[in-house]
């Protein structure tokens, strides 16, 4: 991610004269270690080399403010204007050209890719290898020509190879840093995405489940709605009936839309939260003003034999263990929501007769809900198109879960979800 351009000038500026005022620090200190050693100071202190040098120094330093925005320019002329040094700077003075060499390289190789800079810093190599060469030469040490090209060499892959090792290092971690930034921002989509499809599987499941009552009972209400209008003055008896089928149609639609606005409610403040936990105080809700409902909870160390209560919403075989351990939050939606469906879907096509809901946790691997209704003691009104099972269906598919229903052998109608849990369990 690229700074601003106020605040990436700012920076430059301060490492030009934080580079620049170093190297005249380092100067004005080269004299005081000149004599410790007991050699004299080259270029005199305050002497027109001394001077030249500074004036060098000053050019080098303005240079790193531009190693960002012109890398190859600035690491070329960092590397060149040494060479006016080369005679006035004679001795150890010469070796400050070095530091705002090493910073321009740095800042340049650290902004942008090596591939951009390869041919700038090997001309830079050998540029200030030439200015180091020279000045060497022009030293009264004695040392030769071939001895001071290889002395320079070695000083200019140092000065300008050990910078950009080190920029190279900075930059492969900021890359590596933006790559996982982008990485976390990426699966942050993803999970958007994952949400907002499954919002768009609800819309569907509600639109399935509003298009349904309307095509069913609501087109039916306005065709016997125009029979009584005709048949009222006609036949009266008729007419009389009509409206006892449009009142029923109607309670039919009432009923309907208060068990689709369940389903579709979010706890209240004085509700609990829709989990496999809930489904006992669900049970209990559901049976306080229709036909008793049985509850067995089979939890570990319970009896799978033992006979099952006649009371409404007996626990059996309940463990101390919370009911659905290990369970993801969309999983204990999922079963609350399938037995709150199933319940109610009994009560619609099976009014009074006998339902029971088993909650068996004992299995390490899975948890099975099972919703079983009795036989209808009257023939049924003409059922729905099944969106209601279609929806548990979705539901059960978006957390890896198996849903499986139809007949059981004394004419009754079941439901089973089998959810497996998410890890293995703690061992003991």
Not at 6 to 21: I, Q
Not at 98 to 119: E, G, I, N, Q
Request: no cysteine.
């Amino acid at each position: 991610m690229r700074r601003p351009a106020a605040a990436s000038g700012r920076s430059d500026a301060l490492a030009a004269g934080v580079t620049g005022l170093a190297s005249l620090l380092l100067l004005l200190a080269v004299p005081v270690l000149a004599g410790f050693s007991g050699e004299t100071a080259s270029p005199a202190l305050a002497s027109a080399g001394w001077w030249w040098l500074i004036g060098v120094l000053a050019a080098q330093s303005v240079t790193i403010a531009m190693a960002r925005a012109f890398p190859v320019t600035a690491v070329l002329a960092v590397t060149a204007v040494p060479l006016l040094a080369a005679w006035p700077a004679q001795g150890d003075a010469f070796g400050l050209t070095s530091l705002p060499v090493a910073v321009t390289v740095y800042r340049a190789a650290v902004a942008h890719p090596l591939t951009r800079l390869r041919v700038a810093l090997a001309l830079a190599v050998l540029v200030f290898a030439g200015a180091y060469a020279t000045n060497q030469l022009l030293e009264p040490t004695g040392i030769g020509p071939g001895q001071a090209v290889v002395i320079a060499l070695v000083q200019a892959v140092l000065v300008i190879g050990g910078p950009l090792i080190i920029a190279l290092l900075v930059a492969a971690r900021r890359a590596a840093r933006e790559a996982q930034r982008e990485e976390l921002r990426a699966l942050a989509r993803e999970r958007d995405a994952i949400v907002q499809a499954a919002i768009a599987t609800q819309r569907t499941t509600m639109a399935r489940e509003l298009h349904d009552i309307a095509a069913h009972h609501l087109s039916g209400l306005a065709l016997m709605a125009a029979a009584v209008d005709r048949q009222i003055e006609t036949d009266p008896p008729a007419a009389r009936a009509a409206v006892q089928q449009i009142r029923a149609q109607s309670t039919e639609v009432l009923d309907d839309l208060r068990r689709l606005v369940g389903l579709l409610r979010e706890d209240g403040g004085n509700d609990g939260p829709a989990t496999v936990a809930a489904i006992p105080e669900l049970v209990e809700q559901l049976s306080a003003n229709r036909s008793p409902i049985q509850l067995r909870v089979l939890g570990p160390g319970s009896d799978e034999g033992g006979a099952r209560s006649r009371e409404p919403s007996t626990r059996l075989g309940a463990s101390s263990r919370e009911l659905g351990a290990r369970l993801g939050p969309a999983a204990h939606l999922t079963a609350y929501r399938m037995v709150q469906e199933s319940l109610t879907n009994a009560e619609r096509h099976a009014a009074g007769a006998a339902r029971m809901v088993e909650v068996d946790d004992r299995d390490t691997r899975a948890m099975v809900i099972t919703v079983r209704n009795a036989p209808a003691a009257a023939a049924a009104a003409p059922g729905r198109d099944g969106f209601g099972l279609r929806g548990m269906l979705e539901r059960a598919e978006l957390i890896g879960a198996e849903l499986s229903y139809g007949p059981v052998v004394d004419g009754g109608w079941q439901v089973q979800l089998t959810i497996p849990r998410t890890s293995a369990p703690e061992a003991t």
